[in-house]
């Protein structure tokens, strides 16, 4: 199985900050893969996709890239409502794998 | 406008069985995989397997190829989850979401097991 590795696992970051987090996989996963956030008691909502691809009606604040088999979402200007659990998830092979998660909360 | 609206909350008593539904509506069912996904108490997100509609062909993780089956009724555009043999280790909200890249999720399903 393809283990996807992220980090950090929890976050404490002030407004209008930069924010990075990374996910880095034992193998190539091509750009298959996407980054989710999943706030308290909802269901994750899909962030980025093919790597770098922002999602319909997902700010532009957020982004994706990726250096060989290390993905990063970066989120520009930390806003209160990007609080939350951040995931990401290759699916390029069975079975598909999540990143442990990353806990962004507001300093 | 996608929508994927799952089920109401499970409670099964250990041994038993429960199936969990995935309505979908705002595009072509069968024009896209079903995933379904296991998030434990406190816990992160696991894949258990996918469902192709129009072909009814699966994919499972190994973990959870005795534990779940996946459906899908094209009649009724809706997915299911069958878990079988419930332990509290089963306990978890189970999500459905479509396509390859989990483009847009039900709101989950709380299954509890207890006797």
């Known amino acids: 199985d393809i283990q996807m590795t992220q980090s950090p696992a929890s976050l404490s970051a002030s407004l209008e900050e930069i924010v990075t987090i990374t996910c880095q996989a034992s193998?190539?996963?091509?750009?298959?893969l996407s980054w989710y956030q999943q706030k308290p008691g909802k269901s994750p909502q899909l962030l980025i996709h093919s790597a770098t691809s922002l999602a319909d009606g997902v700010p532009s604040r957020f982004s994706g890239s990726r250096s060989g088999t290390q993905y990063s979402l970066k989120i520009n200007r930390l806003q209160v409502e990007d609080t939350g659990i951040y995931y990401c998830?290759?699916?390029?092979?069975?079975?598909?794998?999540f990143g442990g998660g990353t806990k962004l909360e507001l300093k | 406008e996608v929508q994927l609206q799952q089920s109401g909350p499970e409670v099964g008593r250990p041994g038993s069985s429960v199936k969990i539904s995935c309505k979908a509506s705002?595009?072509?069912?069968?024009?896209?995989?079903m995933n379904w996904v296991k998030q434990s108490p406190g816990q992160g997100l696991e894949w258990i397997g996918w469902?192709?509609?129009?072909?009814?062909?699966?994919d499972y993780a190994e973990k959870f190829k005795k534990k779940a089956t996946l459906t899908a009724d094209t009649s009724s555009n809706t997915a299911y989850i069958q878990l079988s043999s419930l332990t509290s280790e089963d306990t978890a909200t189970y999500f459905c979401?479509?396509?390859?890249?989990?483009?847009?999720w039900g709101q989950g399903v709380m299954v509890t097991v207890s006797s």
């Open positions: 979401a479509r396509r390859w890249e989990l483009d847009y």
């Open positions: 193998q190539d996963i091509g750009n298959y």
């Open positions: 705002g595009y072509t069912f069968t024009d896209y995989v």
């Open positions: 998830l290759q699916h390029y092979s069975a079975p598909w794998t």
């Open positions: 469902i192709d509609p129009e072909y009814g062909s699966t």
